[in-house]
């Protein structure tokens, strides 16, 4: 499996994966429309002549997606509307973007016999979680337009593959989190909280704090996408990626001060509609199936990303 498209890959996590594709000697095209990709994210060596391939264009774009995926082993799908908020405020975009884009996608990579399609799919398709941690058999119940879109798209995956059409695997990531993630009105609460840190703001969780969620730093998300695209017992599976620990926010703000030595405040405000209270990862069957154990601890994952916004406390 040598030539690998991969969408959304100037994206905060498409760039770091496609670096390393690149490292391991795969043929790397990408497509991505720029909307919150940036070329930028890219190293000086992936954008160097003979290096990635990159496309500017779009998912919905089915001539310009067909085209992409002649002569192509296998597509990873990452390119997605990835906002719960904006998907409430603009629910016919969000599913022209995840649903019919992904559709295309999966059309082209059909007609062009394309070897093993992986699909990012996301932790928020289970709803507000009936159990803890959550397996990849935890009932799915989506409270969101976007939420939705990926369990639609999803099925769509998996009914391929099943039909001997389209090998196919299906990601639920948790929460992604490390270099290169943009800040924007729904940024995740990590960036939030780095974004406030620098203007010396107070930093703000909604709720008391107790609620939990499984932050997985990139690379860890990264290496799992990596040990399935040619694992030949990932098609036709569900895999959860995260840690497997949960961390409440109050202990993520009160980390993330310490190892700023920021002296600031914690608030606490409203809870938030709609926001769910407990939610981590069961990681069992991507460790046993796929090998993937996350080897980046949440502080080290956090050292990371506060070196790289220049706000890491000396030693």
Do not use: W
Not at 118 to 145: M, Q, R, W
Not at 187 to 200: L, P
């Amino acid at each position: 499996m040598q030539n690998v498209l991969v969408t959304g890959g100037a994206g905060f996590i498409g760039s770091h994966l496609v670096e390393q594709l690149f490292e391991k000697g795969y043929h790397v095209k990408v497509l991505d429309n720029l909307s919150t990709g940036k070329l930028s994210n890219f190293n000086s060596n992936t954008l160097s002549p003979g290096a990635v391939d990159f496309v500017k264009g779009d998912i919905r774009d089915s001539g310009l997606v067909e085209k992409c995926c002649v002569e192509t082993d296998a597509v990873i799908h990452l390119a997605a509307q990835t906002s719960v908020p904006f998907s409430l405020q603009n629910p016919e975009f969000n599913n022209d973007v995840n649903v019919k884009g992904t559709l295309n996608l999966l059309n082209s990579s059909v007609e062009a016999k394309v070897s093993r399609f992986l699909f990012i799919s996301s932790c928020a398709v289970y709803g507000e979680p009936s159990y803890l941690p959550i397996d990849e058999k935890h009932p799915t119940n989506p409270i969101s337009p976007y939420a939705e879109s990926k369990l639609i798209a999803e099925k769509e995956c998996l009914r391929l593959n099943n039909e001997g059409e389209l090998r196919s695997v299906v990601f639920r990531f948790f929460n992604v989190y490390g270099p290169r993630q943009g800040l924007s009105e729904y940024s995740g609460v990590i960036t939030k909280f780095i974004d406030r840190i620098k203007q010396k703001l107070s930093l703000i969780i909604y709720g008391d704090g107790s609620q939990t969620r499984d932050f997985v730093y990139v690379n860890d998300i990264v290496n799992s996408i990596m040990l399935a695209l040619e694992n030949k017992k990932a098609p036709g599976n569900i895999f959860n990626v995260g840690t497997g620990r949960a961390v409440p926010l109050q202990e993520l703000a009160e980390t993330m001060l310490s190892l700023t030595s920021a002296d600031l405040m914690i608030v606490n405000a409203d809870h938030r509609l709609g926001d769910i209270k407990h939610s981590y990862a069961d990681i069992t069957k991507a460790s046993q199936l796929l090998g993937y154990a996350p080897e980046f601890s949440l502080k080290e994952g956090l050292e990371a990303l506060l070196r790289e916004n220049n706000i890491l406390a000396e030693p």
